[in-house]
C-alpha cells in the first residue's frame, strides 16, 4: 500500500505534471513545423498584361511528339533534313548537278570531234562556260545546304539577273543567235534556272531549319556556330566569283553584240551542205579584161587577210600593178565561222573550193599565202590543177613545222584560251583601256582573243599531224611542177634561226619553175610592215601577173 501510494504521489507532482505538459507543448510545435513543410502557405502572384510578344501556348519542357526532353541546338540531329521536302529539293539538285555534268562531258567532246547535229558556229565556248558556271553553282548549293545565308541569296540573285541580261542579248542579237545555235542558247537558259533553282532551294532550307529548331528544341536558334560561320564565309567568297564571273561573261557578250553590228564587205557562203559560212570578197570586174585576166587571191597567215595583207593588195590594185583580186577568211577567222571539228587544211580547201564555186569565181589565179596559209594553199593548188597559174609565197610556213603546230603543249594552251574566253579579261581590257575598236577585235590587233579565232587555231593544232601532214605531202606530189612560184623570205627569220633558213630554201624547190627568191633584210615575218619588203612584194606581184598574162619571162 506504501509503495503505491508513494507512486501515485509522484504522478500528481505539480512539477511533474508541468515536465509532461512542457514535453506535449513541444511536440506540438514540431508537429505544426511538418504541417507547414507539407502544406506551404500560398505566396503572392505578380500577373503581367498580356502583349504582343505573349507567347500563346506555354513553353514545353518535353519534345513535341515524343514526349523526350528538348534537344541542345548544336546536336546533329537538329537538321532541315528531317523534312521530307528538304530531303526532295536536295535529290533534285544532285540530279541537276549530274545533268550538268553529263551535259559538261558532251560540250567537252564536241570541242574535238563534232557530231551530227552538234555544232556552233560561234566556237562553243560560251555553251561550255554556261554549264561551268552552273555546276559551281549546284556543287556550292549542296556544299552549304543546310547552312543557307541571306548574303548568299542576293549575291545568286544578282548572278541569275545577270544571266537573264546575258540570254535576252543572245535571243535579240541575230548574229550571235546564229553562232551561238541551240547549243548556247540551252546552255545560258540551264544555268539560269539553276541559279534561281539554288535561291529557291536556299529559302526553302531556311524555313525548313526555323521549323526543325522550334519543334525539336522549342526555340528558333539565331546564333552561329564557328562552323557555320566558315561554311558561310566560304560560300560566300566563291559566290562571289561566281558573280564576277557572271558579270565578265556580260561584258563580253555585250562586246561581241556591238562586233555584230561591223558591216561585212563581200558576201558569206554556205559550205558543207549549209554547215557554216565563209566570208569571201573579190573586187568587181570589169570590161577592160587586160590585166583583169588573171585574179590574184589572197590567203592570210597566222591572222586573218584585212591585217594588213588587205591594205598592200588594195593599193596595188588602185595603181593598177593588179587588175582584180579575191580573198577570204579561213573557216574561223575575222567574218566566217567556225567549221566543225575536226578541220585539216585539205578540209578548209575544199570549203574554199566549194564557196568559190558558188560566188561563180573561177580563175585563172594567182595564188599570194604567207606563213601557214602557204600550207592551204599549197593544198588547194595541187587540188585546182590548171586554174592556178602562179604561186607567190611570202615567208612561207614548211611542213616540218607542222609537227610543232600540233604539239601536245600548244593544243592544251589553246584550249585552255579557248575555256577562259567568254571572260574576256584581255579582251575587255584592250576595249577599255586601249580604245580597241569593233575591227581591232574581228581581224586587227586583238583578233587573236577572238572566241572564233581561239577555235581554229585549235583545230588547227589538232589536225596538224594527223590530216594535214599526209594532205600536205600528196599536194607536193600532184602539185603542178610547171606553175611559176615566186618566195619571199624574212631576212630576220633567215638570220634568227638556221631551220628556217633551210625551209626557206625546201619551199623555193616545190615546182620546177621558181621564178625569184628574194630574202628582204630587216623585215619580220610580216614583210610588209617594212618600206622595202612593201616594195619587192609589189615588185615581185606585178612582174608575175606580167608572166601570166604575157608569157613573158620573169626578169631577175
Not at 498580356?50 to 537538321?79: C, F, K, M, W, Y
Not at 556550292?140 to 548572278?159: C, D, G, H, K
Not at 593588179?322 to 579561213?330: A, E, L, N, P, T
Request: net charge neutral.
Amino acid at each position: 500500500m506504501g509503495n503505491t501510494n508513494q507512486g501515485t504521489s509522484k504522478a500528481d507532482d505539480p512539477e511533474s505534471r508541468e515536465g509532461v505538459i512542457s514535453t506535449n507543448g513541444a511536440d506540438n510545435r514540431t508537429s505544426e513545423t511538418t504541417d507547414s513543410r507539407q502544406h506551404p502557405l500560398p505566396q503572392p502572384v505578380t500577373y503581367y498584361e498580356p502583349d504582343e510578344r505573349t507567347r500563346l501556348l506555354p513553353t514545353s519542357t518535353h519534345h513535341g511528339v515524343s514526349g523526350q526532353p528538348p534537344l541542345d541546338i548544336d546536336d546533329p540531329a537538329v537538321t532541315p533534313l528531317n523534312l521530307w521536302t528538304i530531303r526532295f529539293l536536295r535529290y533534285i539538285t544532285i540530279t541537276f548537278l549530274l545533268i550538268a555534268c553529263g551535259w559538261w562531258l558532251v560540250l567537252l567532246v564536241t570541242t574535238f570531234v563534232s557530231p551530227q547535229g552538234f555544232h556552233s558556229r560561234g566556237g562553243g565556248w560560251f555553251a561550255f562556260g554556261y554549264t561551268s558556271l552552273a555546276i559551281g553553282i549546284l556543287l556550292l548549293l549542296l556544299f552549304s545546304f543546310t547552312v543557307p545565308s541571306r548574303a548568299e541569296e542576293v549575291v545568286q540573285s544578282i548572278i541569275a539577273v545577270l544571266l537573264l541580261v546575258n540570254l535576252i542579248i543572245t535571243l535579240s542579237v541575230p548574229g550571235l543567235r546564229e553562232e551561238e545555235g541551240w547549243i548556247g542558247i540551252a546552255s545560258a537558259i540551264f544555268v539560269l534556272c539553276a541559279t534561281l533553282w539554288a535561291v529557291c532551294v536556299d529559302r526553302s532550307v531556311e524555313w525548313g531549319k526555323k521549323e526543325e529548331e522550334e519543334r525539336l528544341t522549342g526555340r528558333a536558334e539565331t546564333r552561329r556556330s564557328l562552323k557555320e560561320w566558315l561554311s558561310i564565309f566560304s560560300a560566300l567568297t566563291i559566290m562571289v566569283i561566281f558573280l564576277v564571273i557572271a558579270v565578265l561573261f556580260t561584258g563580253t557578250l555585250s562586246l561581241r553584240a556591238y562586233d555584230q553590228s561591223l558591216e561585212v564587205p563581200g558576201k558569206k557562203v554556205w559550205v558543207e551542205d549549209r554547215y557554216y559560212r565563209v566570208h569571201i570578197y573579190c573586187t568587181p570586174e570589169h570590161d577592160d579584161k587586160g590585166r583583169e585576166k588573171v585574179t590574184v587571191f589572197l590567203e592570210g597567215g597566222e591572222r586573218a587577210v584585212a591585217n594588213g595583207l588587205l591594205d598592200w593588195a588594195q593599193e596595188n590594185y588602185v595603181n593598177g600593178t593588179i587588175g582584180r583580186f579575191c580573198y577570204w577568211d579561213r573557216p574561223g577567222f575575222a567574218f566566217s565561222d567556225v567549221a566543225p571539228s575536226p578541220l585539216s587544211a585539205g578540209m578548209a580547201a575544199d570549203a574554199l573550193s566549194e564557196a568559190l564555186s558558188k560566188v561563180d569565181e573561177k580563175g585563172p589565179f594567182i595564188l599570194v599565202a604567207h606563213g601557214i596559209g602557204s600550207i592551204y594553199t599549197r593544198i588547194f593548188a595541187s587540188r585546182q590543177g590548171k586554174a592556178i597559174k602562179g604561186l607567190m609565197l611570202i615567208d612561207p610556213l614548211n611542213e616540218s613545222y607542222l609537227l610543232d603546230v600540233g604539239s601536245t603543249g600548244r593544243g592544251f594552251f589553246m584550249w585552255f584560251r579557248g575555256v577562259v574566253s567568254p571572260l574576256g579579261l584581255e579582251i575587255l581590257f584592250d576595249a577599255i583601256f586601249k580604245a580597241r575598236s569593233r575591227e581591232d577585235r574581228i581581224f586587227g590587233k586583238s583578233s587573236y582573243l577572238n572566241a572564233k579565232t581561239i577555235k581554229a587555231k585549235l583545230q588547227e593544232s589538232l589536225a596538224a599531224k594527223t590530216f594535214t601532214k599526209p594532205e600536205i605531202s600528196t599536194s607536193k606530189v600532184i602539185l603542178n611542177r610547171k606553175i611559176p612560184l615566186i618566195v619571199i623570205s624574212s631576212g630576220e627569220g633567215v638570220k634568227r634561226d638556221s631551220r628556217w633558213d633551210q625551209a626557206q630554201k625546201e619551199s623555193t624547190e616545190l615546182t620546177d619553175n621558181l621564178l625569184h627568191w628574194d630574202i628582204v633584210n630587216k623585215a619580220g615575218h610580216k614583210i610588209w610592215e617594212t618600206a622595202d619588203g612593201w616594195n619587192v612584194m609589189s615588185k615581185r606581184i606585178g612582174k608575175l601577173v606580167d608572166v601570166v598574162i604575157k608569157g613573158n619571162d620573169f626578169p631577175n
